[in-house]
């Protein structure tokens, strides 16, 4: 069993940086394949940005690439999700999610564990 816990949200104006931290117990974050999806208001959860088990490999949604970054902190058991250059398109519920498989997937269904979401709100 993973648990996952985020933080970092909250409201900020349109172009300003936010860091977003998810915080692994039960297994290393090295251990598991990690990504972080969204859900906008009235919209479907889609994919943001995956970051593969040993932190080398990254993809990114083409909505925030160049934008956004991923990464992992073994020492402190922690994901990040470093957001550049917001948008209000950029609004939404954040959710870090974790697998212990090898592959590189940006399906949901792929995902077995899910942390409770941290709300992210940009003004324009």
């Known amino acids: 069993q993973v648990q996952l816990v985020e933080s970092g949200g909250g409201l900020v104006q349109a172009g300003d940086s936010l860091r977003l931290s998810c915080a692994a117990s039960?297994?290393?974050?090295?251990?598991?394949?990690m990504a972080w999806f969204r859900q906008a208001p009235g919209k479907e959860r889609e994919y943001v940005a995956l970051?593969?088990?040993?932190?080398?490999?990254?993809l990114y949604a083409d909505s925030v690439k160049g934008r956004f970054t991923i990464f992992k902190d073994n020492s402190r058991n922690m994901m990040y999700l470093k957001m550049n250059s917001l948008k209000p398109e950029d609004t939404a519920v954040y959710y870090c999610?974790?697998?212990?498989?090898?592959?590189?997937?940006?399906?949901?269904?792929?995902?077995?564990?899910w942390g409770q979401g941290t709300q992210v709100t940009v003004s324009s």
């Open positions: 970051i593969s088990r040993n932190g080398v490999i990254t």
């Open positions: 039960g297994r290393t974050v090295g251990s598991c394949t």
């Open positions: 999610a974790a697998h212990t498989q090898i592959r590189l997937t940006t399906q949901q269904t792929d995902y077995d564990y």
